[in-house]
């Protein structure tokens, strides 16, 4: 929608609509659909105030807590940020200088060596020092030492997700989120079966509540990413991953395009076809954006419903390094273009329980877009007793994040792990805590 209000309209109607999202939160849903229609292009994101441009339930009733209208824990300091504040890094001269790695800083590396002598050998790591002003320093650990990603893929399929988008609306990125918010899907058994469980908030009632996804669910295209990145639901990952998919083959057709008419296409196209064509909608965009299939690669559905109807084709790895990449091509605006970049990267601001890394205590005023994984396998042995995230077969653990802290401190860091017997999650956040500590006094 083209804007042609003067400057001194636009400063009138952005005041207008913070004074309309404030009685928006305590009456009825109508003029969700009237400030998205009025609000310019830069306003159309979020985070926690995010929900009348994305019809993302639970942020309205993060708002309300905030707001104080709603008791119940408050949001950490770090977690407070609003749309405006949520920014890009590196599109800059010094993101031009990092179309490769740099060097290893010897200072920094030395400092990351000595967190390592007593931890497992299999631990991983690549970490990138990117704060303004400063200069750009570099420290790795078996950067290219590859990983079963678990749930850290997700960050493949919601490239593939902004990239479908994109062949949809080549010229309108609002018609993108507009897409993203109206088009509601149904899980199906794509979804099942997952034990992460998803919010459900509505915001006439104020009634809220968690749980497993069943197969009637219904959200927006907006909610199934919000529940893969934000909580890691399995089965949102699936639904995701199918509509892509679906995104792919119907192109133009797809906002119309029926359930039934979906599940006639997955029951008539071999299994071959969809194979491939799963693949390649969550493996090109890394490619894109150089990284190589070696490197990282997604082959397989998140959920065993989904895996019954598309199998997996060739595994799934990752490394540090690669994952490294990832972060940097988002900082750089380039996964896509600038705007999905930039909603990827809201999308992973964690407005919702910190785990693993992520819950560091040094990390509680620092703003953290973070995405963890993990799977585990076990076998009969005797004296063991497998429990979750304690496999004795495998036992990966993985964390991506990076962190913004209020003093102008900016870091990425890729954090990959096998520790065979062990929840990891307290060592990881040991060196959260750690990794933090040498970037601020490096």
Same mark, same amino acid.
């Given at each position: 929608?083209?804007?042609?209000l003067?400057? =001194?309209?636009?400063? +009138? ?5 913070r ?11 109508l ?23 994305? +019809? ?7 708002? *309300? ?14 977690? !407070? ?7 890009l ?11 490769v ?6 200072? *920094?590396? =030395?400092?990351? &060596? ?30 290219t030492k590859g ?28 018609k ?10 149904? /899980? ?7 034990e992460?469980t998803?919010?459900?908030?509505? @915001? ?5 509540? =968690?749980?497993?996804v ?6 927006? *295209? ?26 792919h083959?119907?192109?133009?057709d ?17 299994? /071959? ?7 390649q ?6 490619q ?9 690669r ?7 419903? /989904? ?5 997996g084709?060739?595994?799934?790895i990752?490394? @540090? ?5 990832y972060?940097?091509?988002?900082? !750089? +605006?380039?996964?896509v273009?600038?705007?999905s970049?930039?909603?990827?990267? !809201? ?8 785990? !693993?890394?992520a819950?560091?205590?040094r990390?509680?005023?620092? /703003?953290? %877009?973070? =995405? ?16 979750? %995230?304690?496999? &004795? ?31 990891? &999650? ?15 006094? &490096?």
């Amino acid at each position: 929608m083209k804007n042609n209000l003067s400057s =001194k309209n636009k400063s +009138g109607l952005k005041k207008w609509i913070r004074k309309v999202f404030t009685l928006r939160l305590k009456r009825n849903t109508l003029f969700l659909f009237i400030l998205f229609l009025i609000a310019e292009p830069a306003l159309q994101a979020y985070p926690i105030d995010g929900y009348l441009l994305t +019809g993302i339930r639970r942020l309205a009733r993060l708002q *309300l807590i905030l707001n104080g209208e709603l008791k119940d824990a408050q949001p950490i300091a770090g977690a !407070r940020k609003k749309i405006a504040e949520v920014h890009l890094q590196l599109e800059n001269a010094k993101g031009d200088s990092l179309l490769v790695l740099p060097k290893v800083d010897a200072g *920094l590396q =030395k400092k990351l &060596n000595a967190l390592f002598p007593n931890l497992d050998e299999s631990y991983s790591v690549a970490l990138l020092d990117i704060t303004p002003g400063k200069q750009i320093k570099y420290a790795s650990r078996q950067e290219t030492k590859g990983f079963q990603p678990g749930s850290v893929g997700k960050l493949a399929v919601i490239a593939g997700l902004f990239a479908e988008l994109e062949r949809l609306y080549p010229n309108s990125f609002e018609k993108r989120q507009e897409l993203l918010r109206t088009k509601f899907v149904r /899980a199906g058994r794509w979804a099942i079966a997952d034990e992460h469980t998803v919010p459900f908030y509505n @915001p006439d009632t104020k009634e809220f509540y =968690k749980r497993t996804v069943r197969e009637d669910d219904v959200f927006s *295209l907006y909610e199934w990413a919000d529940h893969m990145l934000s909580v890691s639901n399995n089965g949102a990952a699936s639904v995701v991953w199918r509509e892509l998919i679906l995104m792919h083959h119907f192109g133009v057709d797809y906002p119309q395009l029926t359930e039934s008419e979906a599940d006639e296409f997955f029951k008539i196209t071999p299994k /071959a076809v969809l194979q491939k064509l799963a693949v390649q909608v969550v493996n090109e965009p890394l490619q894109a954006i150089g990284i190589e299939e070696n490197e990282w690669r997604l082959g397989s559905m998140f959920t065993q419903g /989904a895996k019954s109807i598309i199998p997996g084709s060739g595994g799934s790895i990752g490394s @540090p390094q690669a994952l490294l990449k990832y972060l940097i091509a988002l900082e !750089r +605006g380039k996964i896509v273009d600038h705007n999905s970049s930039l909603e990827i990267k !809201r999308l992973l601001y964690m407005t919702d329980r910190r785990i !693993r890394y992520a819950s560091s205590p040094r990390l509680s005023n620092a /703003a953290v %877009y973070f =995405k963890s994984g993990s799977l585990y396998q076990c076998k009969p042995e005797e004296g063991f007793s497998c429990k979750k %995230y304690m496999g &004795n077969v495998q036992n990966y653990m993985n964390s991506v994040a990076i962190i913004e802290h209020p003093d102008g401190t900016v870091y990425l860091v890729a954090l990959m792990s096998n520790v065979l017997r062990k929840n990891s &999650n307290v060592d990881h956040l040991v060196l959260a805590s750690e990794i933090d500590d040498i970037i601020r006094k &490096n």
